[in-house]
C-alpha cells in the first residue's frame, strides 16, 4: 500500500455530505409540517410517551402509513454483529486485516486496492445462514395489517427478503447481495455464481476485464441507490407514525430522515441506547455523537410530546408493542415456523 493510501481518512464525512445534499434537493419542494396541508392523524398526539401511548395511537386508527427505519441492531439476534458495538461490533473486530481504518473494508477504492478483506468478512453475513429476528417479523405483521407504508433499511443482510416482507415495501438504502457486478466493466453476475466463488476462491473476478466483482453493497464512495431518493422524496410527507430500530444514526443521509416526517408525527425509537437526540441542556449526559444538532428526537424535553423510546433489544420491543397492540400471539407464531431454504430469485 502507497504511504498517500495508508495515511488516507474515510471518505465517509465527504460522500456523507454529497448524499445529504443530493436528499435534500430531492425533497425542497416537499412541505413537511406545514399547517395547512397536515392530515387530521398528525394533530393528535401520544396519549404517553411510551410504547403504549404508541400502540393506543395505532389502535385508534391514527397510524395507517407507517415508515420504519431499520439498522443492523434488528439482525443480532439473528447471530449477525452490528457495526459500531464497542468489543462486539464488526468494526471493532478487523485487526487481524490490518486495514488503515475499520470502514476500509467497505470503501470503494481500498476495495479496488486490496479485496481480500471484504471476500473474508463477507463470508460471515452471506444471506441464507441465518433466521429473521422478531423485529423483521414484527414489520411483516404491520405490512400484513395494511399499515406499513415502507421500511428504509441500512442493512445488507437481506433478512427482509427471507422474512417474507412484501418487497415493493423495502428500500435497501445499502443495496445488498440480490445483484451483483464487476466493478470495472459493469457486468452482472448471478448471485449464486459469486456466493460460490466467494467461499471457495475467495477473491471473485470478472471473466471479462479481470477486475473484482462485488454485491450492490453500497460503499462508502459510492452513490446510494435512487429508489432511495425517491421514495423519501414520496413517503415521509405520508408518514403518520415512524418507528426507529437497531441503528446508531450515526450514518448519512439515512439518519437525516428522522427529521424528514411532519412535526406532529409521533416517532418511536426501539434500540439499546438513545441515539439522534435533540442537542440541548436537557440532553446531558447523552454522548456527542448521539446527539442531533439540526432536528432530533425530544425524549428529554419537558414538552415533548410525539417522541418515545423503548430502551432495549429490538425484539423485545417489537414483542412489548405487539402485545400491547394484541398481536403477541401472532407474532411468535410467524417467527417460530419454519422458513423454506433461501435463494435469490433470479
Not at 216 to 235: A, H, N, Q, R, T
Not at 282 to 308: C, Q, T, V, W
Request: proline letters at 6%.
Amino acid at each position: 500500500m502507497s504511504a498517500e493510501n495508508k495515511d488516507k481518512k474515510p471518505v465517509e464525512g465527504k460522500h456523507e455530505e454529497d448524499e445529504v445534499d443530493k436528499l435534500t434537493e430531492a425533497m425542497k419542494d416537499v412541505k413537511l409540517g406545514d399547517k395547512e396541508e397536515k392530515t387530521e392523524s398528525a394533530f393528535k398526539p401520544l396519549s404517553s410517551n411510551d410504547i403504549e401511548g404508541v400502540a393506543k395511537y395505532i389502535l385508534d386508527g391514527h397510524a395507517k402509513n407507517i415508515i420504519v427505519m431499520t439498522g443492523a441492531g434488528i439482525s443480532v439476534s439473528a447471530g449477525i454483529p452490528d457495526f459500531r458495538s464497542p468489543g462486539t461490533g464488526l468494526y471493532d473486530n478487523l485487526e487481524k486485516y490490518n486495514l488503515p481504518y475499520a470502514e476500509a473494508v467497505f470503501d470503494i477504492d481500498y476495495f479496488r486496492e486490496n479485496p481480500k478483506p471484504f471476500y473474508e468478512v463477507v463470508k460471515g453475513i452471506y444471506p441464507g445462514q441465518f433466521h429473521p429476528s422478531k423485529a423483521h417479523y414484527f414489520i411483516r405483521l404491520l405490512a400484513e395489517h395494511g399499515l406499513l407504508l415502507r421500511n428504509f433499511t441500512q442493512n445488507i443482510d437481506t433478512l427482509e427478503l427471507i422474512a417474507k416482507i412484501p418487497q415493493d415495501k423495502v428500500i435497501y438504502a445499502h443495496g445488498g447481495f440480490s445483484k451483483a457486478h464487476c466493478v470495472g466493466c459493469h457486468k452482472e453476475y448471478p448471485t449464486d455464481f459469486v456466493r460460490e466463488k466467494v467461499f471457495s476462491e475467495g477473491i471473485v473476478k470478472c471473466d471479462k476485464c479481470n477486475s473484482c466483482i462485488k454485491p450492490d453493497i453500497v460503499f462508502f464512495g459510492e452513490s446510494l441507490p435512487d429508489e432511495y431518493f425517491s421514495c423519501s422524496k414520496k413517503d415521509f410527507p405520508k408518514c403518520d407514525l415512524l418507528i426507529v430500530m437497531g441503528t446508531s444514526l450515526q450514518v448519512r443521509p439515512f439518519a437525516t430522515l428522522i427529521n424528514a416526517v411532519g412535526d406532529s408525527v409521533p416517532r418511536l425509537l426501539i434500540n439499546m441506547n438513545a441515539v439522534g437526540v435533540k442537542a440541548s441542556f436537557k440532553s446531558e449526559g447523552i454522548p456527542l455523537k448521539d446527539m442531533m444538532f439540526s432536528g432530533g428526537f425530544a425524549f428529554y424535553d419537558p414538552d415533548n410530546h410525539r417522541d418515545a423510546f423503548f430502551k432495549g433489544t429490538c425484539d423485545d420491543g417489537v414483542q412489548k408493542l405487539a402485545d400491547a397492540l394484541g398481536w403477541g400471539e401472532e407474532l411468535k407464531k410467524a417467527f417460530e415456523d419454519p422458513i423454506p431454504e433461501f435463494k435469490f430469485e433470479h
